[in-house]
């Protein structure tokens, strides 16, 4: 099973609204990953967990929030959004943080920000 | 700055014939190579990959092919069919960045019946 599960599916939030999204494996993995698509763009990387603690953060704004709570879930917290953050967020996870463990994606949450 | 460069950005290829896309890069760190298959409103979905250590890899209808003194790497779907109709992301990455996925930008297939 190489299922990644993202929750909500859809989300639509105001710019004074503070909101979570969730993201879950059951495969082991131990690196698990948070990235942003905007429409008919690539995916392009925010965080990188491994073994639950931050070890990538590619200079993204404050007002989002990652946590790992445990090595199967991974959380983005949102807080004082602006528009331009519409956008689809893209979990993933890998075996490890190693260029030979595949990462697996999730549906992802699509995200409008008001 | 794009450390991965897709070509072509659309492919229009009937049913039956080869679709090929190719992806050039600079960075001789990357050690890993992967394609993703992304339908509209879903995740991308891994393919195939490859490391530099080998010149092609193939996996049913898909094939890689590798030049590592080229720094190039392509994507042949064999057979098209309308269901391979997608996004196709070529992607690369290296230890130096903890091994995060550095896509190229895309390839929308139409494979016409």
């Known amino acids: 099973d190489t299922e990644v599960t993202q929750t909500p599916k859809h989300l639509v939030m105001g710019m004074t609204n503070k909101k979570s999204l969730k993201c879950e494996q059951h495969m082991g993995h131990r690196a698990m990953y948070w990235y942003k698509q905007k429409a008919k763009k690539p995916p392009e990387l925010m965080f990188v967990?491994?073994?639950?603690?931050?070890?990538i953060n590619e200079s993204v704004p404050s007002r989002f929030s990652p946590e790992c709570p445990n090595s199967s879930l991974l959380n983005l917290h949102l807080h004082a959004l602006q528009p331009e953050d519409s956008a689809l967020y893209l979990c993933a996870s890998s075996y490890a943080s190693g260029s030979f463990y595949e990462q697996y994606f999730g549906p992802g949450t699509r995200l409008t920000v008001t | 700055q794009q450390q991965v460069k897709q070509s072509p950005q659309s492919l229009i290829v009937q049913k039956g014939g080869i679709s090929i896309i190719n992806c050039a890069y600079e960075n001789t760190a990357f050690d890993y190579f992967p394609w993703y298959q992304q339908f509209p409103g879903k995740g991308p979905a891994l393919l195939i990959a490859i490391r530099p250590d080998v010149s092609e890899k193939k996996e049913g209808r898909f094939t890689i092919s590798f030049n590592k003194s080229a720094k190039q790497f392509s994507l042949h779907i064999m057979d098209s069919q309308p269901g391979d109709s997608a996004t196709y992301f070529c992607a690369a990455s290296t230890e130096n960045s903890g091994y995060a996925l550095n896509f190229g930008k895309g390839t929308s297939l139409l494979v016409t019946p």
């Open positions: 967990y491994s073994y639950e603690k931050l070890s």
